[in-house]
């Protein structure tokens, strides 16, 4: 267990439902991470805050995905009218910026479109 | 736009052979990162290089930063059941502020 939590863990929904993801990362980070990860493939980076602040966003992002981070605490991955090719596992990761830029990785969400 | 590439995609070794994984990026690259993912799994950070021709050791892993700061290896000597899994690289570009991920390196220690 490295300190980050998302859920849900599984996610299973039809094509064009909307779906939203929870990330709570530790507590004294303040980078927070979202990836996309499909089978036999790296995480995919798709966007990323610093605090409250999204700093940058993957220009393979569709306008149907939008991330928050209100307070500068946890994070919120929504996907609007979900596709096939949604399905992947969505990672989140957590990072205190320091000498080693270590990213903490939570479980993940596993997203099912049918 | 950058790109990090690995390579084998696939090794399988005998329980005490060695087995090494390159990663490749096609910009220079402000520091690298290692990632270890077992199986269902999610990445585990391994170590980060940052200097031009650094070297480090964990135990029987050794981590290597190519003197153009564009290429990365990773050496396990004589691997265990327990190196099983996923080693990714992990590139910070300078002019990018965000960490690009290879496609990774499975592998697979026969008993």
């Known amino acids: 267990d490295t300190g980050v939590s998302q859920d849900p863990r599984h996610k299973i929904t039809k094509r064009g439902q909307n779906v939203t993801f929870r990330c709570d990362p530790i507590?004294?980070?303040?980078?927070l991470y979202w990836y996309r990860q499909t089978l036999g493939q790296g995480p995919e980076f798709l966007t990323y805050?610093?605090?409250?602040?999204?700093?940058?966003k993957s220009r393979l992002l569709s306008d149907r995905f939008s991330a928050e981070r209100p307070k500068g605490s946890f994070s919120t991955l929504e996907i609007q009218r979900t596709e096939q090719g949604d399905s992947a596992m969505y990672l989140c990761?957590?990072?205190?910026?320091?000498?080693?830029?270590?990213?903490?990785f939570g479980p993940g969400t596993r997203l099912t479109v049918l | 736009g950058q790109q990090v590439m690995q390579i084998p995609q696939y090794q399988h070794v005998q329980e005490g052979e060695d087995f090494t994984t390159y990663c490749n990026s096609s910009t220079t690259l402000s520091n690298i990162q290692w990632y270890k993912q077992r199986p269902g799994g999610h990445p585990v950070f391994l170590i980060q290089l940052v200097k031009s021709g650094e070297v480090k050791k964990q135990k029987r892993l050794t981590f290597q930063f190519g003197e153009a700061k564009k290429n990365s290896s990773l050496h396990i000597t004589a691997t265990q059941t327990t190196d099983v899994g996923t080693y990714f690289c992990a590139g910070w570009e300078t002019s990018y502020d965000k960490v690009i991920f290879g496609p990774g390196t499975s592998l697979s220690v026969i008993p």
């Open positions: 507590s004294e980070h303040n980078r």
């Open positions: 990761a957590s990072q205190r910026l320091a000498t080693n830029n270590e990213q903490f």
């Open positions: 805050f610093q605090n409250e602040a999204q700093l940058e």
